[in-house]
């Protein structure tokens, strides 16, 4: 009669489990990766949100151009309706409705007038208008139709040629609060900087400085805000 293999005949062919000191190593472990691979996981999402807000204002820098071509050589409404006048040449068969209680649009989700991470915005960073504004500073010193606080009206734009360094004008933005892009409005949303579409096109993100944030002087004097040095 053959032999029954050694290993039969004890409890077991080798161990058959782990002990406990094994298993809280392995815990341990599990617990270091998750502590590493999460922050970076959470980079990684957040430098892709970053990366499609660039793409979102480079797309609507382009957009504006559209429209100053259109409009005499002017920028987009200085105020919340450049959204109504940029709108139609991204999507014209798909029209805004604007909620009469000063809610978001919800058309504005997945468009290029929203950035990827304003849903992460929290007080006192809440966007309750817009993801992007436009800087109503460009050239102050040019007389504007003024709304007069009419809601629904305008302030109409700014001829381009009055930019005298459109690439260190400041365009559109990520801000809070407005859909102008003001000192008082800037949102550093993205790994501390805001994302900027300067006049002549190109994207950059911005880190805020006190000279950006908190310009010196009755007026702001620095060509980020105006296009000009004064």
Not at 45 to 66: M, P, V, Y
Not at 79 to 89: K, Q, V
Not at 94 to 106: K, S, T, Y
């Amino acid at each position: 009669m053959p032999s029954t293999p050694s290993c039969f005949r004890r409890t077991g062919c080798g161990r058959s489990g782990f002990t406990l000191v094994e298993l809280l190593a392995v815990i341990a472990i599990i617990g270091v990766l998750a502590g590493i691979l999460i922050p970076l996981a959470g980079r990684a999402r957040d430098a892709a949100k970053a990366t499609e807000c660039i793409s979102n204002l480079r797309q609507i820098g382009s957009t504006a151009r559209l429209y100053s071509q259109d409009n005499g050589a002017r920028t987009p409404p200085l105020g919340s309706n450049y959204l109504r006048a940029l709108w139609p040449y991204n999507y014209p068969d798909r029209p805004i409705v604007f909620p009469p209680n000063g809610d978001l649009p919800a058309e504005l989700a997945g468009s290029i007038f929203e950035c990827p991470k304003a849903s992460d915005d929290a007080p006192p960073l809440v966007t309750i208008k817009r993801s992007y504004g436009i800087n109503t500073t460009l050239v102050p010193s040019v007389p504007l139709k003024a709304s007069g606080g009419v809601p629904g009206k305008e302030t109409v734009g700014v001829r381009l040629n009055l930019i005298e360094q459109p690439a260190q004008a400041a365009y559109f933005g990520d801000v809070r609060n407005s859909s102008g892009l003001t000192p008082g409005t800037c949102n550093p949303r993205h790994a501390s900087k805001m994302n900027v579409v300067f006049v002549d096109g190109h994207v950059s993100a911005v880190t805020l400085t006190d000279e950006i944030e908190k310009p010196v002087g009755g007026w702001i004097t620095i060509p980020f805000w105006i296009g000009y040095s004064r």
